[in-house]
């Protein structure tokens, strides 16, 4: 079973961006829009490239290396649906942030 993991206090991520953690063995991004945040698997699904450091907007992040665009909500890439990045649950514990991932594998 697994759990929620402590990340990054709230604040520590700028709007309209994401950053990179390590969560047991998976590298996820958590990503901050609408005061919101959101969490991937890091690894862009058309290539590899890290979604982290893609642009955040209209509830999407923009991966930097070929332009693929996933929804945070769910990860999918609306012009290439079969595409989807894995999403992890996000909650706000106090002034923490926390996600829960799966042991990969």
Not at 10 to 15: A, Q, T
Not at 48 to 72: F, K, N, Q, S
Request: glycine letters at 12%.
């Amino acid at each position: 079973m697994c759990q929620f993991v402590t990340v990054a206090k709230l604040g520590d991520i700028p709007e309209g961006r994401g950053r990179v953690f390590t969560v047991g063995e998976r590298r996820v991004a958590v990503f901050r829009d609408g005061g919101r945040y959101f969490a991937l698997d890091n690894a862009c699904p058309h290539m590899g490239a890290p979604l982290a450091t893609g642009d955040v907007r209209d509830g999407m992040v923009i991966c930097d290396r070929h332009l693929w665009g996933y929804r945070l909500s769910d990860g999918v890439c609306p012009e290439v649906p079969r595409l989807k990045a894995e999403t992890f649950e996000v909650r706000l514990e106090g002034e923490w942030i926390q996600v829960r991932v799966p042991a990969a594998g």
